[in-house]
């Protein structure tokens, strides 16, 4: 028997159609099912998610659906090591494309994915000078030097080297 499937309507009116257990990987796609019941023929609107991010947060959720939970000791280690494999190619996109995959995986509540985009969001600035960082997103500083100087010297502990 065929795995029970369902549509999804992005922001831009694409419709996507996904088996059930892969859109339940999402908190909010989950609720709305059980809230709105399941026909299966009327898609269910993501107002928040583009079409062509909805497809990267389908593909993330198709590759992982079988995925076990980790336990405290693993998710630990996760925090620390390096994104390999088929997650590194994943989040191989643009700035803007990266941010719409954090606020997808946010609003769609989407953990995994929520933590594998910030991820790549801190290795992108990890070592990174604050000049840096704003150069990287294109940020503006708006600390007057004395500001910027006072900021240093209050947090001049976070530089020391032990």
Known sequence: MAAKSIKLRSSDDRIFEVEEGVAKMSVTIKNMLEDLGDDPDTPIPIPNVSGTILSKVIDYCKAHKDDLPLSEEQQQAERFADITGPDAEFVKVDQAALFEMILAANFLDIKPMLDLTCKSVACMIKG???????????????????????????NQWCEEKS
Not at 129 to 150: A, G, V
């Open 128 to 154: 990174k000078t604050p000049e840096e960082i704003r150069q990287l997103f294109n940020i503006k500083n708006d600390f007057t030097p004395q500001e910027e100087e006072q900021v240093r010297r209050e």
